[in-house]
């Protein structure tokens, strides 16, 4: 826990610095506060992790908020308490708000959402003491939480942005039976941190 509030607050620290720089960087003259000023109406992306990937698509009817789309696959590596044959599917929609539209530098954001996971499961033989790499049991968890992110892109070259964000999911442990399968536990909180690199249209 104590690293997971570590993490947190290094990101929150960063995150609000950029806003305050964000605000500061838009700070205009009186003459041009009428300008009208162009934004992009969606984007499309990719998402990247130690050991998971994924795609996003975002809307923005207004320029201060938007809905986001995202799919993500998170690959079992044997040190992610997931072996190498569970796979984890997620989908996540959720609003966003950016904090500094105006920015043509730094573009802060929220987000808080809905989640659905598919969860692939296998128990091995080395679970159960044996020493092979045999798969005893296998089946599936499906769950339905909510979670709550913030991130920081930067624009460059026109219509790019990247950065980074951090998904905060309101998870669940995975606990093992006697029977060697394995069910959902208590609630826990899972940080998620992703590279993001959008094209905004």
């Known amino acids: 826990m104590n690293k997971i509030l570590f993490i947190v607050s290094i990101i929150t620290t960063v995150f609000l610095t950029s806003v305050l720089c964000a605000q500061e960087i838009t700070k205009k003259p009186e003459t041009h506060q009428k300008a009208e000023t162009s934004y ?5 992306g990719i998402l990247g992790g130690v050991t998971m990937a994924g795609i996003h698509a975002e809307y923005t009817p207004v320029p201060e908020i938007g809905v986001r789309a995202v799919g993500l696959c998170i690959f079992g590596a044997d040190f992610n308490d997931m072996n190498r044959d569970e796979y ?8 966003v708000l950016h904090l500094a539209p105006e920015s043509g530098i730094v573009d802060p954001f929220l987000m808080f959402g809905l989640v659905y996971s598919f969860h692939h499961w296998t128990t091995r033989a080395t679970d159960a003491g044996i020493n092979r790499a045999t798969t005893i049991r296998q089946g599936n968890l499906h769950d339905v939480t909510c979670g ?10 026109g219509r790019l942005t990247a950065g980074l964000n951090l998904w905060l999911n309101i998870d669940y ?5 006697t029977s060697f399968r394995k069910k959902k536990g208590n609630r826990i909180l899972l940080p998620v941190p992703l590279a993001e690199f959008s094209v905004r249209f």
């Open 40 to 44: 992009y109406r969606g984007s499309l």
């Open 88 to 95: 984890i599917l997620s989908g996540i929609i959720t609003p």
């Open 148 to 157: 709550l992110g913030l991130g920081i892109l930067f624009k460059f070259a």
């Open 173 to 177: 442990g995975v606990e093992t039976t």
